[in-house]
């Protein structure tokens, strides 16, 4: 089985525009694809209550996650993600107990994955049928080093969309953690409501 170790490195916050929200940069050069960048929240307007993540890159197709904001990151609700100029189908299941059971489904360009937590927050692995990519933060929240191994018939196809993924908030993908920010984000959905209400 080939294997192919990288490593994103913080590259600092940026202001990208006036009024627009600090946006966190990494950069980094997985063996043969070239340097890659992750970027979140990117041309997001502070007022915007949905943000974006997108990764780009010399050899990595181009591929963006929307979701509303969380954090500072867009979180799984009103989800949409676009890679290589096609839009994946997802699908998850919020009352799942296991970490397995609440993994993210996606199906793109005639392919199926499942993107889950290993065991706490910092790990996430993304898996198809004959390649496995797994991401390790160093730490939660902003992490200084992304850093992935690729197992098997990994492209960079499969690498772009491991490496989008860390500019998620992902941390409903364990049952636990959906516990944890179950509060925050009722309060933040009845904020968004009252915006949109007038209130």
Request: net charge positive.
């Amino acid at each position: 089985m080939t294997t192919m170790e990288f490593r994103l490195v913080r590259t600092g916050p940026e202001y990208r525009a006036p009024h627009m929200r600090k946006t966190h940069v990494w950069t980094g050069t997985p063996p043969g694809c070239g340097e890659v960048e992750l970027a979140y929240p990117q041309d997001a307007n502070s007022l915007v209550h949905k943000l974006t993540a997108r990764v780009t890159g010399e050899s990595i197709p181009a591929s963006a996650f929307h979701g509303l904001g969380f954090r500072g990151a867009p979180r799984m609700a009103l989800m949409k993600l676009e890679a290589d100029g096609h839009e994946a189908r997802l699908r998850r299941r919020h009352l799942a107990v296991t970490e397995q059971g609440r993994a993210l489904h996606i199906e793109l360009s005639g392919r199926s994955y499942r993107y889950r937590v290993l065991g706490g927050r910092l790990r996430h692995e993304l898996r198809r049928e004959g390649a496995v990519v797994t991401m390790t933060r160093s730490e939660w929240r902003h992490p200084q080093n992304l850093s992935g191994v690729a197992q098997g018939e990994a492209d960079a196809l499969d690498l772009g969309l491991a490496i989008l993924l860390e500019g998620v908030y992902t941390r409903n993908l364990t049952f636990g953690g959906a516990l944890l920010s179950w509060p925050g984000r009722f309060l933040h959905r009845m904020s968004f409501l009252g915006h949109f209400m007038g209130g």
